[in-house]
C-alpha cells in the first residue's frame, strides 16, 4: 500500500468551492482502485459548516458547563447543539454522542484550522452522504471508476492517549472486513476477526498528513481490493448501536 | 509512506524461534528510517507465551463468568490470570485491564492462530521488551541503525464496530507526536492535536498483513521523522492513567 499527500489543494478553503474538482486537479495519475482520504474540515468548509461564535447565545446550561470545565460558553452551546447526548464531562472535555451517533470530544466541533479567529467548523451535516457526492464528483472529474472516498476525524480514545483518525463518511470503501467465521492457516475458526477496515485506511492517511500545512487530503494505492462498485453501507456501519454500548 | 508484508517466514513459529533473525533474512533491503510492524502473536509464539487448556483448573469465579456468558471455564480462568481489572463482562465478550494496562477484551488472550486446537496464546510478558529485544536484534542482524519495531494486537473499541490494529510494544518509534501548542497554517493553536503514531502505524500495517496466511510482519518506509535513536518510552506511553480513565 502507498499513501501519498495530495499538494496544490489551496490553503484556505471556503464554502462552495469545488472539493471534488481541486482534488481532481491536484492528482496527476488517478489509477482504479485509489482510496481519496479527506480530513473533514476541508469538506465542513467546502459545505460551509462554519459557526461564529459572535452570533451564538449560549442557553444557562451551556453557561454553567462553561463554567464547571474552564471554556468558553458559546462553543458549549455549540457543542450541545451538536450532540444527541452528552456521554462525560471530565478533565475539561466535554465527550458526546453527535446526531450522527459519534461519540467523540466536543462532538467534532473543532476551532483549530478554522481559518477566521471567531469562528468553529462543526462535523457535515451527512458524512456519508458528502462522501458519495464527492465520490461521484471524482469519478466524474477522473473518468477512474472504482474509486473509493473516506472522510475522516481525530478521535481521542477511552483508554489511550493520542488521537488516532477514523472514518465519519464512507463511499465505495468496505468500512469493515468481516471475516467471523472464516479459518486461518491453521484451519481454526476467526472468532473474532472483523477488521475497521475504513478506520484503519483513515489512520494511515493521517500518518503522511501533515497537520502544520493543512495537506488534508491522501490518495491510498494498493487497497483496491475493499473498493466496491456501489457505495456501500458508508461510515454508518462502523457505529456501534446504543443497546451494545457499555461505557454510556 | 510505503507498507509491504514480509512474505518468507515460517508458517508455524514456535518457542525459541529466533524472530528477529527470520525477520531479517525475510526482508531484501533494509532501509534507514524503516519501521518493523509485527503482530504480537508472532512474538508471544517465539517467548513461549502459550497456555494449554489441557492444565488449566478453573476457579469458582471463573467457572461462574464462563456459565454466565457462554465460554469455556478454562479459557476464562486464563483471562483472569492475565487481568488486572475486569472493567466489563457483558455480550459474551470479557473487557479486562491487563498487567500491562491495556484496555481490551479478553486481556488479549486469543484461540485463533495459536497453531494448536488446546492452546491459547497470550500476550507477551513484557510488550515493550520484546520490541526493545527485537529492535536491537535486527539492528545486529540488518547493519541498519535508524530502525523501529512496533508490536500489534487488535483491539475493539468502545463505541465502533470492528476492530484496528494498536501498538502495545514499540522501539525506536516516537509513540505520541504531540503537537499541542504548535501553530497550524492558520497561524492558530493546535489545541488539542496529540497524534498515536504508533497506533496509526499498526493500524496501517494490518491493511496490507493477510490474516488467512498469517502473514505477521510489515515493514513501514517513509516514517522516518518519527523514528528515534534510542528505544523511547515505548507503549507504555499510549497508556492513559487510571485516575484519567472516564470509562471504567
Redesign the interface.
Known amino acids: 500500500?502507498?499513501?501519498t499527500p495530495v499538494a496544490g489543494l489551496p490553503?484556505?478553503l471556503r464554502a462552495g468551492d469545488d472539493l471534488a474538482a481541486l482534488v481532481a486537479d491536484a492528482v496527476a495519475d488517478w489509477r482504479d482502485g485509489d482510496v481519496v482520504v479527506i480530513a473533514h474540515k476541508a469538506v465542513s468548509k467546502c459545505e460551509g459548516r462554519i459557526v461564529r461564535l459572535a452570533d451564538v447565545t449560549p442557553s444557562a446550561r451551556a453557561r454553567q458547563l462553561a463554567a464547571e470545565h474552564d471554556k468558553d460558553p458559546r462553543q458549549v452551546q455549540v457543542v450541545l447543539d451538536e450532540s444527541a447526548e452528552l456521554v462525560?464531562a471530565?478533565?475539561g472535555v466535554l465527550?458526546t454522542?453527535t446526531r450522527h451517533g459519534?461519540?467523540c470530544?466536543n462532538a467534532g466541533v473543532?476551532?483549530?484550522?478554522?481559518?477566521e479567529?471567531d469562528t468553529l467548523v462543526l462535523l457535515p451535516l451527512d458524512p456519508d452522504g458528502s462522501a458519495r457526492g464527492l465520490r461521484a464528483a471524482l469519478r466524474a472529474h477522473t473518468g477512474v471508476e472504482r474509486l473509493a472516498v473516506v472522510v475522516t476525524d481525530?478521535f481521542?480514545?477511552?483508554?489511550?492517549?493520542?488521537?488516532?483518525?477514523?472514518a465519519i463518511g464512507v463511499a465505495g470503501l468496505q468500512?469493515?472486513?468481516d471475516?467471523r467465521g472464516?479459518?486461518?492457516?491453521?484451519g481454526?475458526?476467526?472468532?473474532?476477526?472483523?477488521?475497521?477496515?475504513a478506520?484503519?485506511?483513515a489512520?494511515?492517511a493521517?500518518?503522511?498528513r501533515d497537520?502544520?500545512?493543512?495537506t488534508p487530503t491522501v490518495v491510498l494505492r494498493?487497497?483496491g481490493h475493499h473498493v466496491t462498485a456501489d457505495d456501500g453501507p458508508g461510515a454508518a456501519?462502523?457505529?456501534?448501536p446504543l443497546a451494545?454500548?457499555?461505557?454510556r
Open positions: 500500500m502507498l499513501a490553503p484556505r462525560r471530565d478533565h465527550i454522542r459519534f461519540v470530544a473543532d476551532a483549530s484550522n478554522s481559518g479567529d481525530s481521542g480514545r477511552a483508554w489511550r492517549h493520542g488521537q488516532c483518525d477514523v468500512p469493515l472486513d471475516r472464516g479459518r486461518d492457516a491453521d481454526r475458526e476467526l472468532r473474532a476477526t472483523w477488521i475497521a477496515v478506520d484503519q485506511a489512520a494511515a493521517d500518518l503522511v497537520k502544520i500545512s493543512g494498493g487497497l456501519a462502523l457505529l456501534r451494545e454500548d457499555l461505557f
